[in-house]
């Protein structure tokens, strides 16, 4: 059930507590932007604040204030042992179930402390104490500037927050191009403009950063990996982990390549099979009225939302891929009209 009242989590924080901030596995822009503005916040409210993550977040992320303080549990793990252990609250900052913090998991799921979600994502577990989750809302980014300004702390926002923001909203909207059909999220942006955000630096920040193997992975994956099927206005790109080898894969290189698929005209659901890690990373996109949440969570124990999903699959890549084609004949024809 969707919590849209700021009032319990509020009157959480009103005093200074020890507050651990995590956000899911595979970080995303969203993830990362929304977790550093909110710790940037809680410390201006005196609040002794960490940050962790399951795993390493892209290198095209390392620039937003405070980065460098996050916390990797994969690769610091008696750090954050201890940081669990001092929390007296624990945020999950733009997930909506503790099993995405990975081999984390069982340790925050076994802390004392308060846990608070702060999320955007449907169908939120029932093991937090408390709840802001809004689907409807673009981001989490954007429920952290809502979340400042019902606590009357507007006053507090500055240039680094800004931006941390920024790109959360950008990068979780494609550059503002899905999830962003209200009037709300382009007055944030605006309110960021004013306190003193280039909005062309971050994003060459964020999207002109690519290496020559990310450009050539890129290449690879549209040219020779790209299947079109255009009776059932699907397209989807397979990467296996000899394919990620060759371009020297690295966490971030693969992000938005699924969109290219999307792309192409008429074409109204697009996937991304990514072969890493013992397991088949799924990324769905799709156009319009046609839920791929929805086809995630039925056929591949995934989810997300109406129009990006993903799930992490433990078949093979060809049986994945395998399972993907013999569902579409059931969607054909919702998939021909989606507008």
């Known amino acids: 059930m969707e919590n849209t009242d700021f009032s ?3 009157a959480l924080v009103s005093k200074p507590l020890r507050i651990l901030i995590t956000t899911h596995s595979n970080p995303d822009g969203d993830a990362i932007g929304s977790s550093l503005a ?13 940050l962790m993550v399951p795993d390493p977040y892209p290198d095209f992320l390392a620039w937003m ?13 008696a750090e954050c042992i201890k940081a669990i252990g001092r929390a007296e609250m624990i945020i999950a900052s733009d997930y909506n179930n503790l099993g995405r913090l990975n081999d984390a998991a069982p340790l925050v799921r076994q802390s004392g402390a308060i846990k608070v979600l702060i999320d955007h994502h449907l169908n939120p577990s029932d093991e937090f104490d408390h709840q802001i989750s809004i689907s409807k809302i673009s981001s989490t980014s954007e429920i952290i500037y809502n979340f400042i300004e019902k606590m009357g702390d507007l006053h507090l926002l500055d240039k680094e927050i800004a931006e941390c923001i920024y790109a959360g909203i950008i990068t979780d909207t494609g550059s503002l191009s899905y999830a962003c059909n209200y009037v709300k999220t ?3 942006m605006a309110e960021l403009f004013r306190l003193g955000i280039d909005g062309e630096h971050l994003h060459r920040l964020i999207y002109d950063t690519y290496s020559e193997s990310r450009l050539r992975l890129l290449g690879y994956s549209i040219s020779d990996q790209l299947v079109v099927l255009h009776e059932y206005h699907t397209a989807f790109i397979t990467l296996s ?3 990620l080898a060759r371009f020297d894969h690295q966490i971030g290189d693969t992000e938005g390549v699924v969109n290219y698929a999307l792309s192409i005209k008429d074409i109204n659901l697009a996937a991304l099979f990514m072969e890493r890690d013992g397991i088949v990373k799924a990324s769905f996109r799709s156009k319009g009225s046609f839920a791929v949440n929805t086809l995630a969570a039925k056929y591949f124990n995934g989810g997300g939302h109406r129009n990006a999903a993903g799930a992490n699959v433990t078949t093979t890549l060809e049986e994945t891929v395998l399972k993907f084609k013999q569902i579409l004949p059931l ?3 919702t998939l021909k009209s989606v507008y």
């Open 8 to 10: 319990i989590v509020s």
């Open 38 to 50: 909110l710790a940037a916040y809680l410390k201006k409210k005196n609040h002794l604040v960490q």
């Open 65 to 77: 204030s405070g980065h460098e303080q996050i916390l990797i549990f994969s690769s610091n793990k």
């Open 186 to 188: 382009y007055l944030i």
């Open 241 to 243: 982990k000899e394919d």
């Open 331 to 333: 969607y054909q024809s």
